[in-house]
T-cell receptor, first 110, second 114 residues
Framework: KNEVEQSPQNLTAQEGEFITINCSYS?????LHWLQQHPGGGIVSLFM???GKKKHGRLIATINIQEKHSSLHITASHPRDSAVYICAVREKTSGSRLTFGEGTQLTVNP | GAVVSQHPSRVICKSGTSVKIECRSL??????MFWYRQFPKQSLMLMAT?????????EQGVEKDKFLINHASLTLSTLTVTSAHPEDSSFYIC??????????FGDGTRLSIL
C-alpha cells in the first residue's frame, strides 16, 4: 500500500463542472502539497497546506490532519485545467523531501 | 514567485554519450536540490538529494557513478548521465528548496538515447 493514495486515477468532466480530487496518507506529515503537471511535463506548485483550507482563484484545497485526508477542488472547471494533479506529503522525519501520490489525470472537455 | 530553470528541455543523443542537465534557482538560494526521474504515466521517482557543498544522497537502486550530481553553489546543481544507454531515456526533473520552504520544480528534461 502506498503511503500516499489519490483518487480517482482518471477523471473526465464537462466544462463548468465542480471537480474534487482526494488524497489520503498514512504517515505523520509536516505539510501536504498539491502539484499540477502540464502535458509538457512542467510542474507547478498549487498549494502547501499544514491545516485548514486555502483558496486561490477557482482552486480550493482542504486538509484534515486527524483523518489524514486532503481534497483539491476546482470550481467552474475549464479545458485549460486539464493536467495531472499530484498530491505530495512532507513527512515529519524527512526534512523537505516529498512522498508523491500516483497522480490524477484530469480531462475537462469543452 | 520562485523560479527554477532547467536546461536543456530536450536532448537526443547517441548511446555512449554523457549528458549534463543543469538546474538553477533564479531568485532564491537553494540549500537543497532534488533530482527525479519520471516514466510515462507514472509519478516522480526521487533519484537523489543534494545539499550545497556536500555529496549527494542517492536513493536505493540509483547508481551514483552513472548519475553524477554536483551542487557546487546555492543556485546551481547538475546531473550528468554518464555513458548513456537507451534504457536511460526518460523524463528528468529537478526541484529546489530553501530550508523548510516548498520545493519549486524545473520544467524537466526529456532525454532520448538512440
Amino acid at each position: 500500500k502506498n503511503e500516499v493514495e489519490q483518487s480517482p486515477q482518471n477523471l473526465t468532466a464537462q466544462e463548468g463542472e465542480f471537480i474534487t480530487i482526494n488524497c489520503s496518507y498514512s504517515v505523520g506529515i509536516s505539510a501536504l502539497h498539491w502539484l499540477q503537471q502540464h502535458p509538457g511535463g512542467g510542474i507547478v506548485s498549487l498549494f502547501m497546506l499544514s491545516s485548514g483550507k486555502k483558496k486561490h482563484g477557482r482552486l480550493i484545497a482542504t486538509i484534515n490532519i486527524q483523518e489524514k485526508h486532503s481534497s483539491l477542488h476546482i470550481t467552474a472547471s475549464h479545458p485549460r485545467d486539464s493536467a495531472v494533479y499530484i498530491c505530495a506529503v512532507r513527512e515529519k522525519t524527512s526534512g523537505s523531501r516529498l512522498t508523491f501520490g500516483e497522480g490524477t489525470q484530469l480531462t475537462v472537455n469543452p | 514567485g520562485a523560479v527554477v530553470s532547467q536546461h536543456p528541455s530536450r536532448v537526443i543523443c547517441k548511446s555512449g554519450t554523457s549528458v549534463k542537465i543543469e538546474c538553477r534557482s533564479l531568485d532564491f538560494q537553494a540549500t537543497t536540490m532534488f533530482w527525479y526521474r519520471q516514466f510515462p504515466k507514472q509519478s516522480l521517482m526521487l533519484m537523489a538529494t543534494s545539499n550545497e557543498g556536500s555529496k549527494a544522497t542517492y536513493e536505493q537502486g540509483v547508481e551514483k557513478d552513472k548519475f553524477l550530481i554536483n551542487h557546487a553553489s546555492l543556485t546551481l546543481s547538475t546531473l550528468t548521465v554518464t555513458s548513456a544507454h537507451p534504457e536511460d531515456s526518460s523524463f528528468y526533473i529537478c526541484s529546489a528548496s530553501d530550508r523548510d520552504q516548498p520545493q519549486h520544480f524545473g520544467d524537466g528534461t526529456r532525454l532520448s538515447i538512440l
